[in-house]
């Protein structure tokens, strides 16, 4: 599981890739760290359902449906998006969980919205009974526990430490994590800036000035690429070995190596990039490139 690959740079510049995407065949990277703690909060709760909520080709409802699968869990997928209900055969990811024994609920993406109102949730709990609740995208406290465990003793030489980031939860743990000498960098997969309140909400050690988000390499917002994405990822595929996907990850390295071009990075710095998975995600992301006649992704996973 602790595959690394070292990249040199002039300047003396290093960039290291933590394979966090090894820890497990199909609960990888931060998935696996997320629902480490809530797994056995659940157990030790007597849970014997789990419910969460997510999307068409989401990771987390990936992870979710083999983990319940593999502990002993019933899961619920509460998926965004009614006019999915009859499209499970083509859908890779929905495909994956339901074979796993997951149940969906497939609701509008107005009702939604409702994910965490308690009349929702109550209304849930009438429907299925008792179940252990996750968080879309598995962010909660005992997420940001799990994720913490990142980063380790053999982390303490670098002075920049960069990840993706969706709901924020993989961030946080890393942040809390991090020594005073080190700096964690933040590539959003979605537009905006909103993320900095939620992060802030789960960041236990370490002052603003020691985490910055980079806001400027979501390719277009949550789910989206372009064609020099897919040809970046094909390259890096091609020459390292490693395969990145597209929604995380990808967009993170490709954010990390344009900035060492424009020498955002001081010389002789140590950079380690942590990935965090999701390569399930590029089989569905090849269904739409394929739809629009482009360029597929060609890393194998």
Known sequence: MNQRLIIKFPNSISVTIKREDLIHPFISGNKFRKLK??????????????????????????AVAFAGKENGFKTIGIIRGDELRDKIATNPTLQFAQDCGMQFEFVSREDYRLKSEIPFLESLKQQYGDFYLIPEGGTNELAIKGCQEILTKEDEQFNYICCSVGTGGTIAGIINSALPHQKVLGFPALKGDFLKDEIRSFVTTIPDENWELITEYHFGGY???????????????????????????GKMVFGVMDRIEKNYFPAESKILLVHTGGLQGIEGMNTKLRKKQLSIINAHV
């Open 223 to 249: 789910g989206k690429v372009n064609q020099d994405l897919v040809a970046f990822i094909n390259q890096f595929f091609e020459k390292n070995n490693i395969p990145l996907d597209p929604i995380y990850t």
């Open 37 to 62: 703690y809530n797994l056995l909060q659940a157990k030790e709760e007597n849970q014997e359902t789990l419910l969460t909520f997510g999307g068409a080709y989401s990771n987390h409802i990936a």
